[in-house]
């Protein structure tokens, strides 16, 4: 089983839509959260941290359940622009000395 | 944010050469940096983590002679691929952390095409 598993999509949705991605873990001693967004033929880049509390960045909201080991990334009227990968990233720090985990990505296709 | 670069961006080399990725951190001191490899349509997986002065742990199933990682300083790490095969065309990608290990900074990514 991957340690980070994710839906790889793609998903294809319509300007304005609203999508949201999915993400479990498996190692319950996992510390830290992340989403991070890839375009094509480049490197990731951090797009937020994910708390417990759940946490909102202008259009984006990423949630954390702990208990389930499930984390979600919500994107509110979409752009074009955000046409890109995710990645859900789980850091085992205090296990592993700051190694990321990365999933395999799920692929967003915003379409006119 | 910290700026972390990578050279070159990308090679072409033939079959049974070596290639040397550098990795640098341009503003800040990097005790910590971490190789990633990436093929096309996967993840970014963990190749190696390296700290400054010390030998490179790698992760399981990375071959620590084919891939060897110098961290001499606190701003350059470098992976060299040796005896490159077509099997190791992928793109590869370094993080860098300061001391504090809070955030991990990517360079651009290193495309490597063997024929």
């Known amino acids: 089983r991957k340690e980070v598993e994710q839906d790889p999509g793609p998903f294809n949705v319509p300007e304005g839509a609203t999508v949201a991605f999915n993400c479990t873990y498996s190692?319950?001693?996992?510390?830290?959260f992340f989403w991070y967004r890839q375009d094509c033929r480049k490197e990731p880049k951090l797009l937020m941290s994910?708390?417990?509390s759940g946490n909102e960045d202008g259009r984006f909201t990423a949630q954390l359940n702990r208990a389930s080991q499930y984390i979600s990334l919500l994107i509110r009227d979409s752009k074009l622009s955000d046409s890109a990968t995710y990645l859900c990233?789980?850091?085992?720090?205090?296990?592993?000395?700051?190694?990321?985990?990365f999933g395999q990505g799920t692929e967003l296709s915003v379409k006119p | 944010g910290a700026v972390v670069s990578q050279h070159p961006s990308r090679v072409i080399c033939k079959s049974g050469t070596s290639v040397k990725i550098e990795c640098r951190s341009l503003?800040?001191?990097?005790?910590?940096m971490f190789w990633y490899r990436q093929f096309p349509k996967q993840s970014l997986m963990l190749m190696a983590t390296?700290?400054?002065?010390?030998?490179?742990?790698?992760e399981q199933g990375v071959e620590k002679d084919k891939f060897l990682i110098n961290h001499a300083s606190l701003t350059l790490s470098t992976l060299t691929v040796t005896s490159a095969h077509p099997e190791d065309s992928s793109f590869y990608i370094c993080?860098?952390?300061?001391?504090?290990?809070?955030?991990?900074?990517f360079g651009p990514g290193t495309r490597l095409l063997v024929l």
């Open positions: 993080s860098a952390a300061g001391q504090k290990q809070e955030t991990q900074y």
């Open positions: 190692n319950s001693a996992s510390q830290s």
């Open positions: 994910v708390y417990s």
């Open positions: 990233v789980v850091n085992n720090r205090y296990n592993q000395g700051g190694k990321l985990i």
């Open positions: 503003d800040f001191q990097a005790t910590t």
């Open positions: 390296s700290n400054e002065g010390s030998k490179a742990t790698y």
